[in-house]
């Protein structure tokens, strides 16, 4: 498994931006599809972006085109550039890595978690 550790998390008006970081230390972390999930209070943890080993990616339909993830394997780390953000962006946001597909029930690892709160 790899460990996790997010950071760039914070309040932040509606419109505003917003850059998390995910900084991963252990196995490999290139070998790893990497990614964001989010879980609001009370509501199911969602899948935000993920981006694979060969730089593949996909997000959810909610923050396309707002949010963008990237990863810097020479620095273990995954971004998630969040722009034009709306109050209903708010939520716990979680790191999770994979070796295999990137759902809720393969992940190997999560991180603790960063707070993003958007007031209207």
């Known amino acids: 498994q790899v460990q996790l550790v997010e950071s760039g998390g914070g309040l932040v008006q509606a419109g505003g931006s917003l850059r998390l970081s995910c900084a991963a230390s252990?196995?490999?972390?290139?070998?790893?599809?990497m990614g964001w999930f989010r879980q609001a209070p009370g509501k199911e943890r969602e899948f935000v972006a993920r981006?694979?080993?060969?730089?593949?990616?996909s997000y959810s339909d909610s923050v396309k085109g707002r949010f963008t993830i990237s990863r810097e394997n020479a620095k273990n780390t995954v971004y998630l550039q969040m722009n034009s953000l709306k109050p209903e962006d708010t939520a716990l946001y979680y790191c999770?890595?994979?070796?295999?597909?990137?759902?809720?029930?393969?992940?190997?690892?999560w991180g603790r978690g960063t707070q993003v709160t958007v007031s209207s």
């Open positions: 252990g196995r490999p972390f290139s070998r790893y599809t």
């Open positions: 999770a890595a994979t070796d295999g597909e990137f759902i809720l029930v393969a992940i190997n690892s």
């Open positions: 981006i694979g080993c060969r730089g593949d990616i």
